[in-house]
């Protein structure tokens, strides 16, 4: 059976060393038939594509980096991302979910969607807000569409429904507010995104065996169900 591991944000090459070798001897043991699931800020696509139709060096590189690791990558979007670079990928599916394909084997899995991997239910919910967007350029260096947009919010809850609001396993970029107090995340503020995942939790009742989120650049398990992640690669 295949294998499963996920880990926090890439940022770029900012974060990826993580993903060497030798910080991450275990993936030589792997093949394409396993999957890494990184939880948003990956930033594979940071410019917009060229006038010609091709993609900028530094992104034809990343790209090509992560398709040449052994194993298959699949990633969410975070607040960090060209957000009209990655929407503009045909729209794809990809057991049971709607995906952007960058590569043979790097699939950006979209928000709102449910995906079937290895028998288990991951519901994906992308994006987050940036806490640092007055040190930066939209378009260049921040994208609204970082927020999910009402027809997202409107397809996650509807997905969900068709699973009985029951999943296995929850992968978002940004954690519920409720939560927020327990990583001292204080810059943080409550968000309509943030409100959303309580009220998916507490409100409608979703039902999953653990909850994983990045975005806050640290690694802690708050409790049975929920864990944020950075540096650490953790199994399922």
């Known amino acids: 059976m295949s294998r499963i591991f996920i880990t926090g944000d890439t940022h770029g090459d900012i974060d990826r060393k993580k993903l060497d070798v030798d910080e991450w001897p275990e993936q030589n043991k792997l093949t394409k038939d396993d999957y890494l699931i990184i939880a948003g800020d990956v930033a594979l696509r940071w410019c917009d594509t060229k006038p ?3 993609l900028t060096e530094s992104d034809s590189e990343m790209i090509r980096w992560y398709n040449n690791k052994p194993f298959t990558t699949l990633f969410i979007d ?19 979910g709607k995906v952007h394909r960058l590569d043979d084997s790097v699939y950006h899995l979209m928000r709102g969607q449910v995906y079937n991997i290895n028998g288990y239910a991951f519901f994906t919910m992308g994006g987050a807000r ?5 040190n930066r350029r939209k378009g260049i260096s921040w994208w609204p569409e970082e927020m999910p947009s009402r027809l997202e919010y409107e397809e996650a809850i509807s997905n969900l429904e068709k699973n009985n609001m029951s999943v296995d396993y929850v992968i978002t970029h940004c954690c519920g507010t ?47 169900r929920h864990t944020c992640l950075y540096y650490r690669i953790i199994e399922l």
């Open 130 to 134: 940036s806490v640092d967007i007055y």
């Open 52 to 54: 010609d139709g091709t």
């Open 178 to 224: 409720s939560l927020q107090p327990c990583l001292c995340a204080f810059d943080a503020d409550s968000d309509e995104l943030t409100q959303f995942f309580d009220h998916l939790e507490f409100d409608f009742g979703l039902k999953f065996k653990h909850w994983y989120f990045g975005h806050y650049h640290r690694d802690k398990r708050i409790d049975d």
């Open 78 to 96: 975070g607040n960090h991302e060209n957000h009209h670079a990655l929407n503009s990928y045909p729209v794809s599916e990809w057991n049971g």
